[in-house]
C-alpha cells in the first residue's frame, strides 16, 4: 500500500449508512477497505493519515462547470480544488472552444468573454474536441491539470461553426455538416452535448434541428445538457419541451442548473417536480443539477432579444450605436420581456454587475444597475447601454431572482446532482464559484437538514458519475480510483460570500485525485493530478 486512511468515516456514495473504517490506496486506486471490527490484519502502508472525526467520501464532481480556460491558465485552481471538486463536466450552455475554425475561434472568445476572459493569455493551439482534450492532458508541461475534466461539445459553437449567426432553420446541408461535427466530438471523447436556447446563436435552433443532434449523441452514448429556453415566463413549457425532444430522440437527458425563477415562478417547483416524475415514471432518462443558491450568474448581453444579438457582438455593438434601434432594444428588455431575460421584462434592481473586462469600469461592480443609474442621474437602461458598449459586451452580472423554497424542493429530487455554474471571471464572481459543494455539506446539510449527510454525498459523487458513465468513479468501492475528499462534517462550510466571493471553504482539510494529495492539511500542493476523462473511458451500452 501506498497510504492507508485510518478510522475515517466512510460515505461511500451509495446514500447508505457510514461505517467506520481503514482504506489503503495503492497505484492511485482504492486497494482495500477494512471496517472496523473486521477480522485479519489492517492494511499498513509507508505513510498513515489519522482520519478520526473526518468523513471520507468519493471526490465531489461538478456537473456544470465553466472552468474551460481556467484549468489551462491556473496549476492552482483552489476555487475549485479546496471544495472537494475531483472533476469538473465543461463545454457548457452551449459555448466553448472546440470544434471550431479560425472564424469561429475568434467569434467564440468574443462571445463569452464575459464568462473566461478574452483568452488573449492562451495558445489555442486545439481545434477539434480531442485536440483540446489532449491539451488539458498535456497541460503545465506535460504535468497536466489541477482536477479531472470532461467535455460536452457545445450545439451553439456547432451552430456558429456550420450556419454561423443567422436567425433561420438550418439548410440540409448545414444540418449534415452539424451532425458530422457532434459525431467527430463524440468519437474523440466528450460525454454529450450542451445548448444555451437563451444564448445565440444557439437558440436560433428549432426542435427538429436539436433532435437530429440528439439522436447523434444517443448514437454515441451520451446525453443532452441544455439550459433551455426560459427559466421564467414559459419555464415549465420549457422544460416539457426538453423532456419530449429527448425522448423522440432517444437521447438521455440532464437538465442544467435546473431552477424555477423570476416572480411568475414563486412557489412553483412542485409543477416541475410532478413534470419530471411523470416522466421518469415512465421511462424517461432524465437527471438534473442545480446550484445551492438563489441568484443566477450570466452575462449583461444575453438579457437582449435575440434579434439584436443576430450577426454576433460587432453586430450587437452596431444595433446598440444607433439610437432608434437603441431604443427598440429597450422596449423588447423593459416593456414585452425578451427572450434573452426568459420572456420577463428586467427588473433593474435585481441585475448586480459582478464583472467588466474594461478595468476603467470598476466603478460599477457589485452595484446593481439601477443603483448606477440614480448616482448617474439617469435612466438604467441608459446605464445598461453606457456599460455594454463600453466594456464590449464582456460584462458579468448577478441575477437576484431566485426563489428559496424552489431551491430546497428541488434538490431533494431523486435524480438532483450538483453544479456550481461557477463563472470564475470579474471582480466579483457569483460564491457559488467558490462554494457550492461545502454549502451543500454545510448549510443544507447539517443546519437545515434538507438531505441526510448520505444523501447530500450521493447527489455530488455517485449520481453524476452514474450520468457520465464512469466505471470507476463516484464510490468508495475497492478497485476505484482514489478521488477522495475528507471533511469534517461539523465544521465544514463554504467560506465564499456575496462580499467577498473568492474565501476560501472551511472544513476540507484533504482531497485526493488519483491517490495523490492536491490539498493536503488544508493547502494547495503543487501536484497536477487532473486529466481528461473521457467518453470512451466508460463502458458501452
Not at 485552481?77 to 475531483?86: M, W
Not at 424555477?260 to 443539477?289: C, H, Q, W, Y
Not at 452596431?318 to 427598440?328: G, I, K, Y
Amino acid at each position: 500500500m501506498d497510504l492507508v486512511i485510518r478510522d475515517a468515516r466512510v460515505i461511500d456514495g451509495t446514500a447508505t449508512p457510514s461505517y467506520r473504517a481503514d482504506v489503503a490506496v495503492r497505484d492511485g486506486r482504492i486497494a482495500e477497505i477494512h471496517p472496523e471490527h473486521s477480522p485479519g490484519p489492517r492494511p499498513t502502508a509507508p505513510r498513515t493519515l489519522d482520519a478520526d472525526g473526518l468523513a471520507l467520501s468519493p471526490g465531489f464532481i461538478d456537473m456544470h462547470a465553466h472552468s474551460d480556460l481556467a484549468l489551462l491558465r491556473d496549476p492552482d485552481h483552489s476555487a475549485k480544488a479546496a471544495q472537494g471538486v475531483t472533476l469538473e463536466v465543461l463545454g457548457q450552455d452551449g459555448l466553448s472552444y472546440a470544434p471550431v475554425d479560425e472564424r469561429t475561434l475568434a467569434e467564440v472568445r468574443r462571445s463569452i468573454s464575459g464568462w473566461n476572459g478574452d483568452g488573449s493569455d492562451i495558445d489555442f493551439d486545439w481545434r477539434t474536441v480531442g485536440e483540446y482534450l489532449d491539451r488539458l492532458d498535456r497541460n503545465f508541461d506535460g504535468q497536466g491539470i489541477a482536477v479531472n475534466a470532461a467535455y460536452l461539445v457545445p450545439q451553439g459553437t456547432v451552430r456558429m461553426y456550420a450556419v454561423g449567426w443567422d436567425d433561420r432553420p438550418a439548410t440540409d446541408a448545414e444540418l449534415t455538416r452539424m451532425k458530422q461535427l457532434v459525431a467527430q466530438s463524440m468519437a474523440e471523447g466528450a460525454v454529450g452535448m450542451s445548448s444555451g436556447l437563451t444564448y445565440t446563436p444557439g437558440m436560433y435552433a428549432d426542435d427538429a434541428e436539436l433532435t437530429e443532434l440528439c439522436r447523434v449523441v444517443a448514437e454515441h452514448g451520451g446525453y443532452y445538457c441544455p439550459h433551455h429556453r426560459s427559466y421564467g415566463a414559459g419555464a415549465l413549457e420549457a422544460y416539457e419541451e426538453m423532456v419530449q425532444l429527448t425522448r423522440s430522440a432517444g437521447c438521455p437527458l440532464h437538465l442544467a442548473h435546473a431552477t424555477m425563477n423570476f416572480g411568475v415562478n414563486k412557489d412553483r417547483a412542485p409543477e416541475l417536480l410532478t413534470l419530471l416524475d411523470r416522466a421518469l415514471d415512465t421511462g424517461a432518462d432524465i437527471s438534473l443539477d442545480t446550484y445551492p443558491y438563489t441568484p443566477g450568474c450570466t452575462t449583461l448581453v444575453a438579457m437582449l432579444p435575440s434579434w439584436a444579438s443576430e450577426g454576433g457582438p460587432e453586430s450587437i455593438l452596431s444595433r446598440l450605436a444607433d439610437n432608434a434601434t437603441a431604443e427598440r432594444i429597450r422596449h423588447d428588455v423593459e416593456v414585452v420581456g425578451s427572450d434573452g431575460c426568459h420572456g420577463v421584462p428586467i427588473e433593474w434592481d435585481a441585475i448586480e454587475i459582478s464583472g467588466v473586462s474594461v478595468p476603467g469600469l470598476g466603478d460599477f461592480v457589485g452595484r446593481t444597475v439601477a443603483e448606477s443609474a440614480r448616482l448617474r442621474g439617469e435612466a438604467p437602461w441608459v446605464t445598461a447601454r453606457r456599460v455594454l458598449q463600453d466594456d464590449r459586451l464582456g460584462t458579468t452580472i448577478l441575477q437576484h431572482v431566485g426563489h428559496e423554497e424552489n431551491v430546497r424542493q428541488i434538490m431533494r429530487h431523486r435524480v438532483h446532482t450538483g453544479g456550481s455554474d461557477g463563472i470564475l471571471q470579474g471582480d466579483k464572481p457569483h460564491p457559488r464559484a467558490y462554494g457550492t459543494f461545502p454549502q451543500y455539506l454545510g448549510r443544507y446539510t447539517r443546519e437545515l437538514g434538507i438531505l441526510t449527510l448520505e444523501e447530500c454525498v450521493a447527489h455530488l459523487t455517485s449520481r453524476p458519475a452514474a450520468r457520465l458513465r464512469l466505471a470507476d468513479r463516484g464510490l468508495v468501492r475497492e478497485g476505484y480510483r482514489a478521488d477522495l475528499v475528507l471533511f469534517d462534517p461539523e465544521t465544514v462550510a463554504a467560506g465564499s460570500t456575496f462580499d467577498e466571493p473568492r474565501t476560501l471553504p472551511v472544513g476540507i482539510p484533504h482531497v485526493l485525485i488519483d491517490g495523490r494529495f492536491v490539498i493536503e492539511d488544508g493547502k494547495r500542493t503543487q501536484v497536477l493530478a487532473g486529466r481528461s476523462v473521457r467518453s470512451t473511458d466508460a463502458p458501452t451500452r
